[in-house]
């Protein structure tokens, strides 16, 4: 079968001929009928993050089960799913309430997921080594679920976790909208009866946001204007969240100038900037944090979300075999929303081949 394989730092992703996989008892093989494009890809292919090539990329993905491994019930063949990205042990604390992606035993796994250090759903199939880790779609079509699995997920959880911080008369301000952004937008809307503020570099992706419930749209291109317009939309008390879903050096700047007392400052972009977090740094009460991907529950709640019609991902298609060119655009800012990767020669039905 096809896939695009990672196969080192520094070099561009190759597609090649592997064997289809077989599932060993316990696991489950997935029919890929979607993987989306995801921005930290780019940071796996050109800087070392410990990752040992080769494997196959991709870690948003949906798709159909197609054979059982001995043992697994709890799915039959056929059924349309997403697959949970962080692969965690399956039993220890946080893996028991879901949180896979807070696993203990993460440094003795091998690898965080499929597409991050074991074979992902850029290819015709996937091996997923448990039952556990899908979840199912319902109507909602494999091609369009694949990048809720990270892009809606991740900020999903990094919003719930400021919940308690956002009321009425709260200003939030997402920087960065792409994959993760755009839905970031549409899930504020949902959870929280706020005021959204949407800042990117690219004045289509600002346009787009509006049209998916941002309230303000800036372009900070330029950092101090656009603190300086945003500063005027939250007035004295600031932004009760800032979430960054880029993590440059240039958003992290922004978003120090944009908090409030008592605030919530989430970084999910992987962009490597820094912050010097010290007593007076940011003020009294601001909480900075990382949070990484989401829990197992949290993904049955964003599917929930999409299936009805609540949130969902703008997504382009293309095919598998395009993978190279479509990272290409996605490093030069040509994608707008997230890009899914069609195998079985960008046939998005089940009975594909
Ligand atoms: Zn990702
Ligand atoms: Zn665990």
């Not at 696993?103 to 091996?127: I, P, R, S, T, V």
């Not at 303000?216 to 009760?240: F, K, L, M, W």
């Not at 008592?262 to 003020?283: A, E, I, M, Q």
Request: hydrophobic residues 40%; aromatic residues 6%; glycine residues 14%.
């Amino acid at each position: 079968m096809q896939a695009v394989r990672f196969m080192g730092v520094g070099q561009a992703p190759h597609i090649e001929d592997v064997p289809q996989p077989s599932p060993a008892p316990g696991q489950v093989l997935v029919k890929i009928g979607g993987a989306g494009v995801c921005h930290s890809d780019l940071h796996i292919m050109e800087e070392d993050l410990g990752f040992t090539p080769p494997f196959t990329l991709g870690h948003e993905n949906a798709g159909w089960v197609a054979a059982l491994g001995q043992g697994v019930t709890r799915v039959k063949e056929g059924d349309p799913v997403a697959v949970y990205g962080p692969w965690g042990c399956g039993h220890c604390h946080a893996c028991q309430l879901s949180m896979e992606n807070y696993c203990e035993n993460w440094a003795q796994m091998g690898g965080f997921g499929g597409g991050l250090g074991f074979d992902g759903g850029m290819a015709d199939y996937m091996l997923v080594p448990s039952a556990r880790l899908l979840v199912p779609l319902g109507a909602l079509p494999p091609a369009k679920a694949a990048p809720l699995s990270d892009a809606a997920l991740t900020p999903y959880h990094a919003i719930k976790r400021a919940l308690p911080q956002l009321h009425g008369d709260s200003t939030v301000v997402v920087l960065g909208l792409g994959g993760l952004g755009h839905m970031a937008v549409q899930l504020m809307r949902v959870l929280a009866p706020v005021r959204i503020v949407a800042a990117d570099v690219d004045d289509t992706k600002l346009a787009q946001a509006k049209g998916l419930g941002a309230d303000h749209v800036v372009n900070n291109r330029n950092g101090a204007e656009a603190a300086e317009q945003i500063r005027t939309i939250t007035g004295p008390r600031g932004a009760s969240l800032v979430l960054d879903c880029v993590g440059v050096q240039p958003t992290l700047d922004l978003g120090a100038q944009l908090l409030g007392r008592n605030s919530v400052w989430t970084v999910v972009g992987l962009g490597g900037g820094h912050h010097d977090f010290h007593h007076g740094s940011t003020p009294y009460g601001t909480s900075m944090s990382i949070p990484y991907w989401g829990s197992r529950v949290e993904l049955m709640e964003v599917i929930a979300m999409a299936r009805d019609h609540r949130i969902h991902a703008e997504t382009s298609e293309f095919p598998l075999d395009q993978a190279a060119a479509v990272y290409k655009k996605l490093k030069a800012g040509q994608i707008t929303g997230r890009a899914v990767l069609i195998p079985h020669g960008g046939i998005t039905e089940a009975s594909g081949s």
